[in-house]
């Protein structure tokens, strides 16, 4: 079982950055991938970053949206993970999830956060 908090979402100017934080805690050491989410109004809920094989490649992964502007980064102890986003447009809002997967004696799960809002003003 895995816990997750995100944090450091709010309002900023186009042009601006954010760093979002997600705690994670319980069995983390199972975690073989991890990532971030975007959810807008009235659209599905789409892959924004993540990180898999953690521990292993930590192989990385971006939407063509935000590949080039936001970096998904780790701690080495794999309880918590970021999304730093830099040149940040108006259509990046929305809430953003963290989101981790685990694999424990060949049982998978996907564990969400609750979710941060992040607003970006033109």
């Known amino acids: 079982q895995v816990l997750l908090v995100e944090s450091g979402g709010g309002l900023v100017q186009a042009g601006g950055s954010l760093r979002l934080s997600c705690d994670a805690s319980?069995?983390?050491?199972?975690?073989?991938?991890m990532g971030w989410y975007r959810q807008a109004p009235g659209k599905q809920r789409e892959l924004v970053a993540s990180?898999?094989?953690?521990?292993?490649?930590?192989?990385?992964t971006y939407s063509n949206s935000a590949k080039g502007r936001f970096t998904i980064s780790r701690d080495g102890a794999e309880d918590r993970w970021y999304l730093q986003m830099n040149s940040l447009k108006p259509e990046d809002t929305g809430v953003y999830y963290c989101?981790?997967?685990?694999?424990?004696?060949?049982?998978?799960?996907?564990?969400w956060g609750r979710g941060t809002q992040v607003t970006v003003s033109s």
């Open positions: 989101n981790a997967t685990t694999v424990v004696a060949g049982s998978v799960s996907t564990y």
């Open positions: 319980g069995l983390i050491f199972s975690i073989y991938s």
């Open positions: 990180i898999g094989d953690v521990g292993d490649a930590d192989t990385t």
